[in-house]
DNA sequence: ATATGTATAAATGTATACAATTATACACGG
DNA sequence: CCGTGTATAATTGTATACATTTATACATAT
C-alpha cells in the first residue's frame, strides 16, 4: 500500500481512503465497499470498517446504517463559508499567537517564508504545488503557536477539508506573491507583540483569498 | 441499555459511553477497555471498538494505538478557549440566519423563549436544567438557520464539548433571565432584517457568558 | 407491459478466534 | 535493596465466521 507506513493498519487505510477521495479517485456519491476495498489493499473487512468509521466523523463520508458508505460531496457553498469562518478564526489565532508564540516557532516561520520566496522564483511547473504546501504549513505553524489546542484542531480541520477542493483553485502567480507578503508582515506583527495588528492582518489575509476564489468564478 | 434504542449496536455504545463520560462515571484519565465495557453491556468487542474510535474524532477519548482508550480531560483553558471561539461564530452565525431564517424557524425560536421564560418562573429544582435545556435548543436552532452545514456542525460539536464541563457551572438566576432577554433581542434583530445588530447581539450574548463563568471564578 | 412477490445474492452488523503487542509478576544477579 | 530479564497474563489489532438486512433477478398475476 505504498508508503503509508505508519501506524496500525487501519489508520493506513483511513489515510489511503482519505488520499483517494481528494485526489478524485472515488467521488461524490460514490460507494466505498468494504470487501472491495479490503482485496485492493490486501486487508480484511475489520480495518476498512473502522477506517470509514472515521473518515465519517471527518465528513469526508457519510454512512448509511445497513446499507452502505458513500463520499461525501463539499459544495462550493462549504468551501466558501470554511474561508467566512476561517476570515474570523485565523485572526483570533494570530492574536494569541502573538501572546504565546516560542523562538522556534519565530524561527520555523522565518524558515517557511525564505523557502516561499525560493519556491516562487523557480517559476517551475511544481511550484505552485510547493508554495501551497509552504502556505499550509504556515498556516499550521501559527495554529500551533496560539497555544489553544481547540482553535488548532479546528482550524486544521478545515483546511483538510478544503484541501479536496482546492485542487480545482488555481493560484495566480500574482496571488501567491501577494500571499507571501502578507505571511510576512502577519509574521512581523508578530515579532512586534502587536496583536492587534496581526489579528487584522490574518483576517485581511483569508478575506484577499476569497476574493482570489471569487475571480475565478468559484461560487 | 437503558433507553438508547435507535439505530445500530454500535452507536447505542458510542451514546451510552458519551453519556457516562459527560455525567462523570467516566472520569479524565480513565482506560477505557474493549472487554469490560462490552460485557458491562452485553455486547461484543466490535461494538465498543467503533464506539471508542468515533469518541476518539469527537475529542472526548484518547486512543493511544496497542495501548488503550483513554477519556481526554477537557480543561478550563479549552472551555475558555471555546467561548472565544464562540464570541466570534455566533455573531457570523446570526447574520447569517437573519438572511437564511425560515418562518417556522422563527415561530421555534418564538416558542423556546417563551417555555424559557415559562421554566424561569416556576423556580424550582430542576428549572435550572430545563433553562439550560432551552438554551441549547435556541442556539441549535440559530445554527440550522444559517443555512451552513459547515458552521452549525461546528458550532454543534463545541456545543457538545463544552457540555461535560458545564455541569459544574452554575447559572445564576440572575444570569438566566439576562440571558433569556438577550434571546429576545438577538430573535427581533433578526426577525427585523437587521444582520448587524443581530450578529453585534449574539456575539455580546456569548461574551455575557464569558463573564458569567469569570465571576465563578472558571479560570 | 407494469407491478408484485419470492428466491437468491450481496452487503453490512456483530460475534468470535487468532496474532501481535503491552503490562505484570517474580526470579535472579548485582 | 534495586535493577534486569523472562515467563505469563491481559489487552489491543486483525481476520474470519455467522446473522441480519438490503439489493437483484426472475416468475407470476393483473
Keep these: ?7 496500525s493498519l487501519s489508520s493506513r487505510v483511513f489515510q489511503k481512503i482519505r488520499d483517494d477521495i481528494i485526489k478524485g479517485k472515488y467521488q461524490e456519491h460514490d460507494e466505498l465497499r468494504e470487501n472491495t476495498i479490503g482485496k485492493e489493499l490486501g486487508v480484511s473487512r475489520t480495518p476498512v470498517r473502522e477506517a470509514l468509521r472515521q473518515l465519517e466523523l471527518e465528513g ?20 466558501k463559508d470554511i474561508y467566512a469562518i476561517r476570515s474570523t478564526l485565523e485572526g483570533l489565532c494570530a492574536r494569541w499567537a502573538t501572546e504565546n508564540i516560542t523562538e522556534e516557532q519565530l524561527d520555523k516561520l522565518d524558515e517557511i517564508v525564505l ?5 516562487m522564483k523557480k517559476e517551475g511547473k511544481s511550484n505552485a504545488e510547493q508554495v501551497a504546501v509552504m502556505d499550509g504549513r504556515f498556516h499550521t505553524v501559527l495554529y500551533e503557536a496560539s ?17 479536496r477542493a482546492r485542487k480545482s483553485s488555481v493560484v495566480s ?22 496583536a492587534e495588528l496581526a489579528e487584522q492582518l490574518a483576517n485581511e489575509h483569508i478575506l484577499h483569498v476569497i476574493q482570489n476564489l471569487r475571480r475565478q468564478g468559484f461560487e
Excluded: C, W
Design 1 to 7: 500500500m505504498e508508503d503509508y507506513q505508519d501506524h
Design 60 to 79: 469526508l463520508v457519510s454512512i448509511i446504517p445497513n446499507k452502505g458508505a458513500y463520499v461525501t460531496g463539499i459544495s462550493a457553498k462549504d468551501v
Design 115 to 119: 523557502l516561499s520566496e525560493f519556491h
Design 147 to 163: 497555544g489553544s489546542r481547540i482553535l488548532s484542531r479546528t482550524l486544521i480541520d478545515f483546511h483538510k477539508y478544503v484541501q
Design 173 to 194: 502567480e500574482e496571488r501567491a506573491r501577494k500571499s507571501i507578503r502578507e505571511h510576512k508582515q502577519i509574521l512581523r506583527a508578530i515579532r512586534d507583540k502587536d
